[in-house]
């Protein structure tokens, strides 16, 4: 197994106190890691790359390095996340001269954005990388899917249990790279003390099921045991994919008034879908195995 150092750090990010880890494992079975991860506030991210003769390896990492230069910069806002994640979709096409061997990469992200008078979450994704919220009130998964299994499961004609064990669950219906333009799914949130993130690969969940990822997430006290719990008990259960694990704990935000939290509650009002029309996307192999 070759495991990365964990890639940990804390900052105050437009008034909310961050702390954070990502940790990443080539997996048991896999001979590369296809995965890549970001933590550079405000911006956090997890791509799981595609392609033959190392090619996901290429795409993964780029758009990583594109999103690190997105956080660098001025203000992030959605429409340059937006811009960004189109610009990666082009640049991987372009980079792929034979449509056969195309690269592709998904992409799951968490930005704070600082434009209202508390701060807020942007969470974005392509593909079947997750988001995941852990409060007092449980895991919540906050991403969609992008799969033909979910698919399957929201038309009626798959069980969520089914789709775990299915023969193409990792059959992706959204990634960077594969068509003219890419549909990226938003969602914005408030960003509230006491909350913990987890962005991961599918590596993770085609692992470990969620009860035992929500008692990883309840039990570690940092950011740093977190990921590197989820991550090993991944490669522990067989280790079959890349595994990656971003975790980032809210542990606190100047001004946040606690009279707020009768909002809460996920689908609340001011929790905000955001979705572009859908442009024609052709299936795509999985984001791996
Ligand atoms: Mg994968």
């Known amino acids: 197994m070759s495991q990365s150092e964990g890639r940990a750090g804390r900052a105050v990010v437009a008034g909310a106190s961050l702390s954070w880890c990502g940790t990443t494992s080539t997996g048991r079975v896999r001979p590369l890691n296809e995965d890549a991860l970001l933590a550079e506030p405000p911006v956090f991210a997890v791509a799981d790359g595609m392609g033959g003769h190392d090619a ?34 082009s640049l991987l096409r372009d980079a792929s001269p034979d449509p056969d061997e195309a690269m592709g990469t998904t992409g799951v992200g968490l930005v704070v954005l600082t434009g209202g008078a ?10 079947d990388s997750r988001a995941y919220c852990l409060d007092d009130e449980g895991l919540h998964q906050l991403s969609r899917d992008h799969s033909y299994v979910q698919d399957l499961v929201e038309a009626g004609r798959l069980s969520r249990e089914g789709a775990d064990r299915h023969p193409h669950r990792h059959v992706i219906t959204r990634a960077l790279g594969i068509g003219p333009v890419v549909e990226v799914d938003y969602w914005v949130r408030p960003v509230r003390p006491g909350e913990r993130y987890l962005l991961c690969s599918d590596g993770l969940p085609g692992e470990v ?14 950011p740093e045991a977190a990921a590197s719990a989820l991550v090993e008990r991944a490669v522990d259960a067989g280790g079959r994919d ?9 542990t606190d935000v100047a001004g946040w008034d606690d009279t707020t939290t009768a909002e809460r509650g996920h689908g609340a009002p001011h ?17 791996g195995c």
């Open 209 to 222: 099921d969620e009860d035992e990822i929500r008692a990883l997430l309840r039990d570690r006290p940092t």
């Open 56 to 89: 996901g390896e290429v795409a993964s990492a780029l758009t990583v390095e594109r999103l690190r230069a997105l956080a660098m910069g001025d203000d992030v806002t959605m429409e340059s996340v937006e811009a960004e994640l189109q610009e990666v979709n």
């Open 118 to 127: 508390t701060p807020s979450w942007l969470v974005f994704n392509v593909g």
């Open 242 to 250: 890349n595994v990656t694990a971003v975790v980032v704990d809210v």
């Open 271 to 287: 929790e905000r879908t955001v979705r572009r029309p859908p442009p024609p996307a052709p299936p795509a192999e999985g984001s």
